[in-house]
Antibody
């Protein structure tokens, strides 16, 4: 059973870069069978898809981030990462990593527990 | 992007009752690329339904997804105490993938 765990700083200063890593266990990011995604949820609000990566290195990002997000995969560590630059208070959220059901079913069947990131001024 | 509108915002029901949740898309969702999630306070979302009507692994059969095009429904046949939560729909027909704003199912 695949498990996923987010890690990274819980507090980031405004205008700096938020960096998070998702470690996958019980499965391989190199399987080629899934997309690996980042999703966030501001306190008390709904869910926003940030983007995803395939082990081939191909990525998709949500245009709402205005090019600030970068998602990469490290197959040697069985991890994938999110960098979000020039953060503001609006980026304060719980950040989840998740995997898709398959390459053609982009629903998210496995989620990490989430990590809260606050942006301070 | 495709905007998903869920209704009602809050559904007040008693255990044993039937719950019907709606998700309407601003444009057609092709190939029934729609999912439903359940989220309880302090927990990650849990996938219930994908492909509009396919139950995810381990999901009880009291959860049923239906619909196509722009109108989708999640039906909970008889509410159990553990079903009181927030439910989100998500489309993966057209990038960026988007979620509805959620429907809270609360105990009446």
């Amino acid at each position: 059973q695949v498990q996923m765990q987010e890690s990274g700083p819980g507090l980031v200063k405004s205008s700096e870069t938020l960096s998070l890593t998702c470690t996958v266990s019980g499965g391989s990011v190199s399987s080629g069978s899934y997309y690996w995604s980042w999703i966030r949820q501001p306190p008390g609000k709904g869910l926003e898809w940030i983007g995803d990566v395939h082990d081939s290195g191909s990525t998709n990002h949500n245009p709402s981030l205005n090019g600030r997000g970068t998602i990469t995969v490290d197959t040697s560590k069985n991890q994938f990462s999110l960098n979000l630059s020039s953060v503001t208070a609006a980026d304060t959220a719980v950040y989840y990593c998740a995997k898709t059901v398959t390459l053609s079913e982009d629903a998210f069947d496995i989620w990490g527990q989430g990590t809260m990131v606050s942006v301070s001024s | 992007e495709i905007v998903l509108t869920q209704s009602p915002g809050t559904l007040s029901l008693s255990p044993g009752e039937r719950g019907t949740l709606s998700c309407r898309a601003s444009q057609s969702v092709s190939s029934s690329s729609l999912a439903w999630y359940q989220q309880k306070p302090g927990q990650s979302p849990r996938l219930l339904i994908y492909g509009a009507s396919s139950r995810a692994t381990g999901v009880p059969d009291r959860f049923t997804g239906s619909g196509s095009g722009t109108d989708f429904t999640l039906t909970i046949s008889r509410l159990e105490p553990e079903d009181f939560a927030v439910y989100y729909c998500q489309q993966y027909s057209s990038s960026p993938w988007t979620f509805g704003q959620g429907t809270k199912v609360e105990i009446k």
